[in-house]
């Protein structure tokens, strides 16, 4: 088996964000369901939500690019397969993402549906409720897998949002037996409960099949997935199916079970939060890149916090600041 060229590659939805300041009343009047993220099924029902958002920050997302983006800034070395159109987002996105050191060489489609956009209405708590289009992203079909690439990741990082459609989510069962034929280990996130309502069967078949080795989840996530309200039940059926399970608990911390080690960590502090868009991506970022340098679970899981502790300081889900620098300080 050869030494992996990258430490992470990953496969997600290429999606252009737009966040905007929002009031709670706006986001009870509009029928949003705070905190979470809902599909917009239309170009038409996108365009109408559009206009009603206040002035705007445009930049490059997607739960698992955010990751690997977040990875990059780390000084890792990773590849994306997503879909874009050949449109204006979808250059923005290529542009984006390429212009922070990740290869990327999924090919644009011809013709509709436009680039995915997610409209992001951020309330004064920081709190962040999310509109997706998906449009091109999810067309993502087998054909469009870089092998070579996926072959060459130590870990392949999966993101559930894309478990949805159907020609992404054959794309993503085709990676991960190109990844298992490679010798490396395949990451997972949850995303949100609405994919584990919707597909929960299919994560709870890979997870006893042995083919996830890092399981992210969100602390709602991981009780949805297994089907009870007891924490503690949750982590022991999760964790005994998983080699390495991750969960994040917002102001609590996180905690990681992985070889029969339990281990947890406080949130770091910041002094405000701004926007928690991302929060979990990079939180996925920094214990990734941990895993990748083979740092332990502890260190791994402070790296997790510290990235996500700077990404909900400010609006958006891309570092603004230094992230390698600010780590290498505080990790010690």
């Not at 708590?125 to 072959?151: K, V």
Request: hydrophobic share 45%; aromatic share 6%; net charge negative.
């Amino acid at each position: 088996m050869s030494a992996p060229t990258y430490d992470v590659v990953a496969i997600g939805n290429a999606i252009v964000d737009v966040l905007a300041q929002s009031t709670d009343a706006f986001i009870t009047e509009a029928g949003m369901n705070k905190g979470s993220m809902a599909l917009v099924f239309s170009p038409e029902e996108a365009d109408a939500l559009y206009a009603k958002m206040g002035p705007g920050i445009e930049a490059s997302g997607g739960s698992a690019a955010n990751t690997v983006a977040g990875i990059a800034a780390l000084g890792g070395k990773c590849g994306f397969i997503g879909q874009v159109a050949n449109d204006e987002l979808g250059q923005i996105f290529a542009h984006d993402i390429r212009s922070v050191g990740i290869d990327f060489t999924t090919a644009a489609r011809e013709g509709e549906p436009t680039t995915a956009r997610c409209l992001i209405f951020v309330t004064p708590d920081g709190q962040r409720t999310m509109n997706t289009f998906l449009g091109a992203s999810q067309f993502l079909p087998e054909t469009a897998l870089d092998r070579e690439m996926i072959a060459a990741g130590a870990i392949l990082y999966l993101e559930g949002y894309l478990w949805d459609p159907e020609e992404p989510r054959a794309a993503m069962r085709a990676a991960i037996e190109i990844a298992r034929k490679a010798g490396r280990k395949v990451a997972f996130t949850l995303s949100d409960t609405f994919c584990i309502g919707r597909h929960g069967g299919d994560f709870r078949d890979l997870m006893a099949k042995g083919l996830i080795d890092i399981m992210f989840a969100n602390e709602a996530e991981l009780l949805a997935l297994m089907d009870t309200q007891d924490f503690e039940a949750a982590v022991s059926a999760a964790s005994a199916q998983v080699p390495t399970l991750v969960v994040t608990r917002g102001a609590d911390g996180a905690i990681a079970v992985s070889a029969g080690q339990r281990v947890s960590v406080g949130a770091e502090p910041i002094a405000r939060v701004v926007d928690t868009t991302g929060a979990g991506d990079l939180f996925a970022a920094g214990f990734l890149h941990g895993q990748a340098q083979g740092m332990g679970l502890e260190r791994s899981l402070r790296l997790g916090a510290l990235c996500a502790a700077e990404i909900i300081s400010h609006y958006g889900a891309r570092a603004q600041t230094d992230l390698k620098a600010l780590t290498t300080q505080k990790l010690g």
